[in-house]
């Protein structure tokens, strides 16, 4: 009985908002969803699009989460946890228990997420004109490459870690989950680290193509360069040297310009901080609407939980006007309490571009020497008259810090990092992987479990 209860509890969890409030206020005990009832009509389905997003917008995922306890994950002694919350302490100590809350408050609504993008795609023939149809088509696959993204890096082996053809990824659900009846059928088996990387391509390729060069409301939705940013993550990620410099291109239009401060992109001195000219994707927050966990971990007017090392601070030049956005052992980049948090920025772009360009040995767009300028000039650096491997790795650590990059970058870098214990680990460690959650092993007897955490 109680695996029943916790059954139908994960379930539910994983269906998500499919629509908004009823008119009345009418309550039917049922077990599933009505399919014929929930998306009637062309603006239900753009009404339950703008739910994906509100999905992504959760503290639990890009609202903060999986930025942070992948950053403390991968952390080398740069920043330390201080506060009382014993799952993120566990994450950074890199001892977590299978039964971690923040792992699986991560996990729970990263597949809330993508059960509101597939409801969305299956009621596309609801909408009512074909250039409405592929724009949604194309944010409703966006939204879900992401969220299958994070996970396949957070919850299983690095693409360059043994074989991504054989190594467990996690399970891809591709249509809607609408009833509990047959609670067997729900329980999947993973797919292999190669199955989701390819579906993870076949969605943003696909909504490269089908969304446009501008979105329904600026920047506030995904567009045809948000796919491409993120398309070049996936690549550098798998090695894909070449593809990663040509996605970045993509990316990189005149519709997007560098912020001329580094710290007004990221500090107002003000509760908000909107998107700036340099911002391809934003996740969006305001005192009505969701919340920025960025801000409570990091900002000393806050939780403050997070601290700055030395270490940290010793990377940089001392003339690096990234410096300006700290305050003694703390960062003010996420200071503004609902300040947007900037997933996909023009300098990001900048980077892939010339780490991409550099590692092929091509020169698409720029060379990665003027790449590597463009973003230093901005922060008062002086050119470089040449460029290395780790002189791009660097700038990109810096200019990216506490934004969520480093474990992807430590791994697909083979880079190892120390415990407190003063341990060693190498990039392939199992302690450098997340536990499929316990409360999904205990509903899914299909689930496997990570090794290190049986």
């Known amino acids: ?9 994960a379930v539910l969890l994983l269906m998500g908002t499919l629509t908004g409030c009823d008119k009345k206020l009418e309550i039917e005990p049922q077990n599933n969803v009505i399919a014929d009832k929930a998306l009637l009509t062309s603006s239900d389905v753009e009404a339950a699009l703008v739910g994906c997003y509100t999905g ?80 949604v088509e194309g944010e409703a696959r966006f939204i879900r490459a992401a969220m299958y993204f994070e996970l396949v890096r957070l919850y299983a082996k690095d693409w360059g870690d043994g074989s991504p053809t054989a190594n467990p990824g996690v399970p891809l659900v591709l249509t809607p989950t609408l009833s509990l009846d047959n609670l067997p059928a729900l329980q999947v088996k993973r797919n292999t680290v190669a199955e989701v990387y390819t579906q993870v391509l076949t969605d943003l390729t696909a909504a490269e193509t089908k969304m446009t060069a501008n979105s329904t409301a600026g920047n506030f939705f995904a567009n045809t360069y948000a796919a491409a940013g993120f398309l070049s993550r996936v690549y550098l990620q798998q090695g894909r040297f070449a593809d990663a410099a040509a996605a970045a291109n993509r990316a990189i239009v005149p519709k997007y310009v560098l912020n001329s401060s580094y710290v007004d992109e990221f500090y107002s001195g003000a509760d908000l901080l909107p998107n700036s000219s340099e911002d391809i994707f934003a996740i969006q927050f305001t005192a009505q609407s969701g919340t920025n966990d960025l801000n409570t ?21 001392p003339a690096d006007k990234r410096l300006d956005l700290f305050s003694g052992s703390s960062s003010n980049k996420y200071d503004s309490q609902y300040g947007n948090i900037k997933l996909l920025r ?31 000039a901005r922060v008062g650096l002086a050119p470089r008259t040449a460029v290395t491997k780790d002189d791009i790795l660097l700038e990109r650590k810096l200019e990216l810090a506490f934004e969520g990059f480093r474990l992807g970058d430590l791994k697909r870098n083979k880079e190892s990092v120390t415990d407190p214990n003063g341990v060693v680990l190498p990039f392939s460690s199992p302690r450098l992987v997340f536990p499929i959650p316990l409360r999904e092993i205990n509903v899914n007897p299909n689930l496997t479990q990570n090794p290190g955490y049986n």
């Open 1 to 9: 009985m109680k695996k029943t209860v916790h059954a139908l509890a």
């Open 56 to 135: 992504i917008q959760n503290a639990q995922v890009y609202g903060g989460y999986i930025q942070l306890m992948s950053d403390l994950l991968a952390d080398n002694g740069e920043i330390t946890f201080v506060g009382t919350f014993i799952p993120p302490n566990q994450i950074n100590r890199k001892a977590i228990q299978k039964d971690n809350g923040f792992v699986s408050t991560i996990w729970v609504n990263a597949y809330n997420a993508i059960n509101r993008a597939n409801n969305v795609l299956a009621n596309l023939d609801k909408l009512d004109t074909p250039i409405k149809k592929a724009r």
């Open 297 to 317: 971990f990091y900002s000393a007017d806050q939780r403050g939980d997070i601290n700055i090392e030395d270490a940290h601070f010793d990377l940089y030049d």
């Open 346 to 376: 023009l300098a990001e772009m900048y980077l892939t571009r010339a780490e991409g360009n550099f590692r092929a040995g091509t020169n698409v767009g720029a060379t990665p020497l003027a790449d590597i300028n463009r973003v230093r």
